[in-house]
T-cell receptor
């Protein structure tokens, strides 16, 4: 059974800092891994989708990596800004294609 | 871009009412999902559907039903709303794997 874990649960950094969010999963036979952003009271916005055959994906200041052998993914945010403050969720599908979510990392970027 | 539209951002309903939450996607996705999200409990899957007129129970289906009469529309039904169904409800859709999910903006339901 797929389980997804995220650490840390919360993170507070000064503006401009580079940071890494961590995601681990138990079943390495995943189809893909997806990173989402959620602002308070809002839905989930997809940031990056990494297919199982890929090692990383980049979008602007965001870079996500995938290491299936170790069961880990990281989301790297370069030059963080106050507007990056949100909850970040990673998710991977289980064997029946249902998405399994981590509990999220709540990020605060201080001006 | 794929768009998933949830008909209401905020709803307030009375205990015992029948409540319909509507979700429409515009990119011919086969799969559609309903989640609820509560503080400390994360996202929990209520029901999902892989095709028209097809439905599968998720992790917490009790008190809910769904309808998928057309490919683009997936409705969540609370037969008799209760206060413990006060929550944020999120709809999502996807093509068959290995493609990702797209979520709607959510419906905040309050049952009083």
């Amino acid at each position: 059974k797929q389980e997804v874990t995220q650490i840390p649960a919360a993170l507070s950094v000064p503006e401009g800092e580079n940071l890494v969010l961590n995601c681990s999963f138990t079943d390495s036979a995943i189809y893909n891994l997806q990173w989402f952003r959620q602002d308070p009271g809002k839905g989930l916005t997809s940031l990056l989708l990494i297919q199982s055959s890929q090692r990383e994906q980049t979008s602007g200041r965001l870079n996500a990596s995938l290491d299936k052998s170790s069961g880990r993914s990281t989301l790297y945010i370069a030059a963080s800004q106050p507007g990056d403050s949100a909850t970040y969720l990673c998710a991977a599908p289980d064997s029946s294609y249902k998405l399994i979510f981590g509990s999220g990392t709540r990020l605060l970027v201080r001006p | 871009d794929v768009k998933v539209t949830q008909s209401s951002r905020y709803l307030v309903k009375r205990t015992g009412e029948k409540v319909f939450l509507e979700c429409v996607q515009d990119m011919d996705h086969e799969n559609m999902f309903w989640y609820r999200q509560d503080p400390g409990l994360g996202l929990r899957l209520i029901y999902f559907s892989y095709d028209v007129k097809m439905k599968e129970k998720g992790d917490i289906p009790e008190g809910y039903s769904v309808s998928r009469e057309k490919k683009e529309r997936f409705s969540l039904i609370l037969e008799s709303a209760s206060t413990n169904q006060t929550s944020m409800y999120l709809c999502a859709s996807s093509l068959a794997q290995p493609y990702g999910y797209t979520f709607g903006s959510g419906t905040r339901l309050t049952v009083v």
